[in-house]
């Protein structure tokens, strides 16, 4: 059974950082390339960023360019999204997605997290 499982979401003021972390199991996680999304209430999801099967290929939503990083750790089957230069406009549940493909598609990712929170005040 496969589980994507995000943590590391929470509030913080604008101008703070979060890292945010997605621990993957029951895939073969390294032959996977990795995305993150966000949800806001009200709004559609959002591509936030997606990392290659290797960590060579990265892209990022321009919203988030400059601010966030994406990494991953095969061994550890782990990817990460670290926020920085936080702004309320961050706000929204965060998901993390493995797809076969190199893609900012939603619909192209097969597995998905439940979700983490973030909310950043003023």
């Known amino acids: 059974q496969v589980q994507l499982v995000e943590s590391g979401g929470g509030l913080v003021q604008a101008g703070g950082s979060l890292r945010l972390s997605c621990a993957a199991s029951?895939?073969?996680?390294?032959?996977?390339?990795m995305g993150w999304f966000r949800q806001a209430p009200g709004k559609e999801q959002e591509f936030v960023s997606r990392?290659?099967?290797?960590?060579?290929?990265?892209y990022y939503a321009d919203s988030v360019k400059g601010r966030f990083t994406i990494s991953r750790d095969n061994a550890k089957k782990a990817v990460y999204l670290q926020m920085n230069s936080l702004k309320p406009e961050d706000t929204a549940v965060y998901y993390c997605?493995?797809?076969?493909?190199?893609?900012?598609?939603?619909?192209?990712?097969?597995?998905w997290g439940q979700g983490t929170q973030v909310t950043v005040s003023s």
């Open positions: 029951g895939l073969a996680f390294s032959n996977y390339n």
């Open positions: 997605a493995a797809a076969d493909i190199f893609t900012t598609t939603p619909n192209s990712y097969k597995y």
């Open positions: 990392i290659g099967w290797s960590g060579s290929r990265i």
